[in-house]
């Protein structure tokens, strides 16, 4: 039997046909014949240690053996191109094939044969890229290894850009995109970006074991992030995570990340980048540079076999665009105060305490309790000193701050008594700024309400006649302790006894008569 796997080695180290009619390999025209055979079924070298001489035989020229062999061979092409349809699998094909030779009245293979024959077919013939992925039926995304350096143009500080790849590994189409973090935000853009860039969405979704696509992936169980999940529902496809250990379920992924690392970034290596959309720009260019390379062992390019065989099996894209959301969990602080990341929002202070999922979008900052939106506000652009809080949000006590002013409080000490007014004067003017003494202002209202007026005068008329520096514990004291029950009278005594001794006024009686005279 000719030597065909010698034949097409040879050929593929640059052996002509003359050459190897010499060295006796095979005459020119077996050669040729070898040659126009291969070329035509797109068989080339290297091929599989079990592809046999025979097996390339009944491949090169299977006209030769139809009427010799027992069985009726399959028609390969025909499977293969029928595989790429949604729902036809390898078993169907099989009942069909096997239909048509029982009504021809011929002989067929069993299914095993069948399958073998198919598999070994599209591995001779480097037609593999049906036999494990359908066109349409998944996208596989990663985070390149290597990173491409960011200078800061003034201080020359180093940074990095992380690259975002996506493959289809049925046409083995790519999208890549650079990032200045791994963190969820850009992980969802990017998805979004790749999506838009295929023009639709394969009805899977494969990424790697990462933090941004699942939070445990283990033997028995697989949790997806909730932000990531939101993104797959919105699209109509299904996350399936690579499997631990298991570099053969993104080997595509894998691949195509080597690659972009190798015509991406080590393409990249000589320039020098002070920005992340400088970075973007040359990494699009060099993107579609790496897709429309000539396929190796092949014909077409990444492109071309991606319009010609898979785009037409693409889900659609939906009409309105995708908003990402990053969703993470927080207890609720004394201060009832959540975070973005960056800026402080205000939540009901019930919640104090508990645990509550937030989400963040571009715009906007929800917080949700058992599944019920409990807060909203808009998403702060840049860095702010204080929170964003809502009114209602607050307990009634401050929400009472927020409305304290100092004409109000002078108003109400007006409604209680001189003695209060003057306690109130000596809060509001004894620091810096009013606002200082709108605690003890709000406590001695408080007082009020709890004692009521007439005590409450009493009892600032009690303090201020032992001393000029009236304090909310000494006023609360004196009404615990009851002794602003004591009689007008006596209090008045007590205070002109005061006075005098401490000198601070003279009061009314000693003016009564013109005061001294010399």
């Known amino acids: 039997m000719t030597d065909y796997r010698k034949i097409l080695m040879l050929r593929s180290m640059g052996c002509s046909q003359r050459e190897m009619e010499r060295n006796k390999i095979a005459s020119r025209e077996t050669s040729k014949t070898v040659f126009e055979a291969a070329d035509r079924l797109g068989i080339c070298w290297p091929l599989d240690d079990d592809i046999t001489n025979a097996d390339l035989e009944r491949l090169l020229f299977p006209d030769k053996y139809k009427n010799a062999c027992l069985y009726v061979e399959p028609d390969y092409q025909y499977i293969h191109r029928e595989l790429a349809k949604p729902g036809v699998t390898l078993t169907l094909l099989w009942e069909e094939y096997r239909s048509k030779c029982y009504e021809a009245g011929k002989t067929p293979y069993m299914s095993t044969q069948f399958g073998d024959k198919?598999?070994?077919?599209?591995?001779?013939?480097?037609?593999?890229?049906?036999?494990?992925?359908?066109?349409?039926?998944?996208?596989?995304?990663?985070?390149?290894?290597?990173?491409?350096?960011?200078?800061?143009?003034?201080?020359?500080?180093?940074?990095?850009?992380?690259?975002?790849?996506?493959?289809?590994?049925?046409s083995y189409y790519a999208y890549t995109e650079a990032c200045g973090d791994m963190k969820t935000e850009n992980w969802l853009n990017c998805h979004v970006h790749a999506f838009n860039y295929f023009g639709g969405v394969a009805r899977l979704l494969i990424p790697d074991n990462c933090k941004t696509a699942t939070s445990s992936n283990t033997r028995y169980d697989t949790v997806v992030n909730r932000s990531y999940q939101e993104l797959a529902d919105y699209y109509g496809t299904a996350i399936v995570p690579a499997r631990v250990r298991s570099p053969k379920d993104k080997s595509s992924?894998?691949?195509?990340?080597?690659?972009?690392?190798?015509?991406?970034?080590?393409?990249?290596?000589?320039?020098?980048?002070?920005?992340?959309?400088?970075?973007?720009?040359?990494?699009?260019?060099?993107?579609?540079?790496?897709?429309?390379?000539?396929?190796?062992?092949?014909?077409?390019?990444?492109?071309?076999?991606?319009?010609?065989?898979?785009?037409?099996?693409?889900?659609?894209?939906?009409?309105?665009?995708?908003?990402?959301?990053?969703?993470?969990?927080?207890?609720?602080?004394?201060?009832?105060?959540?975070?973005?990341?960056?800026?402080?929002?205000?939540?009901?202070?019930?919640?104090?305490?508990?645990?509550?999922?937030?989400?963040?979008?571009?715009?906007?900052?929800?917080?949700?309790?058992?599944?019920?939106?409990?807060?909203?506000?808009?998403?702060?652009?840049?860095?702010?000193?204080?929170?964003?809080?809502?009114?209602?949000?607050?307990?009634?006590?401050?929400?009472?701050?927020?409305?304290?002013?100092?004409?109000?409080?002078?108003?109400?000490?007006?409604?209680?008594?001189?003695?209060?007014?003057?306690?109130?004067?000596?809060?509001?003017?004894?620091?810096?700024?009013?606002?200082q003494g709108y605690k003890a202002c709000a406590s001695l209202t408080k007082l009020g309400e709890r004692y009521g007026k007439e005590r409450l005068e009493n009892a600032c008329a009690r303090v201020l006649a032992y001393g000029t520096t009236p304090s909310i514990r000494n006023i609360s004291s004196i009404l615990k302790s009851k002794l602003d029950a004591k009689s007008k009278a006596s209090t008045a005594k007590e205070r002109s006894s005061n006075t005098n001794r401490y000198g601070i006024t003279r009061g009314a009686s000693y003016f009564a008569n013109g005061g001294e005279h010399e």
């Open 253 to 435: 992924a894998e691949a195509s990340v080597r690659f972009a690392e190798t015509w991406i970034i080590a393409a990249l290596r000589d320039r020098k980048f002070f920005s992340l959309q400088e970075v973007n720009e040359a990494v699009a260019e060099k993107l579609e540079e790496l897709n429309s390379r000539e396929f190796q062992q092949r014909t077409g390019t990444r492109r071309s076999a991606y319009l010609e065989e898979e785009q037409a099996y693409m889900l659609p894209l939906p009409t309105a665009p995708f908003e990402a959301a990053v969703w993470s969990v927080a207890k609720v602080p004394n201060d009832y105060l959540i975070s973005d990341g960056r800026n402080k929002y205000s939540v009901p202070y019930n919640l104090i305490g508990e645990k509550v999922d937030i989400r963040v979008t571009k715009n906007l900052v929800e917080v949700y309790y058992h599944g019920s939106r409990v807060a909203s506000h808009r998403r702060l652009q840049t860095l702010q000193r204080d929170p964003l809080v809502k009114l209602e949000h607050m307990p009634e006590a401050h929400q009472k701050y927020l409305t304290y002013n100092e004409d109000d409080f002078k108003v109400w000490a007006m409604s209680v008594g001189p003695q209060t007014e003057q306690v109130v004067a000596f809060f509001l003017e004894s620091g810096k700024a009013p606002e």
């Open 118 to 170: 198919y598999r070994k077919w599209a591995r001779v013939t480097k037609a593999t890229m049906r036999i494990q992925h359908k066109p349409g039926d998944a996208i596989q995304v990663d985070w390149a290894g290597d990173t491409i350096p960011i200078y800061d143009s003034v201080t020359g500080q180093q940074s990095s850009a992380y690259l975002f790849v996506a493959v289809l590994p049925c």
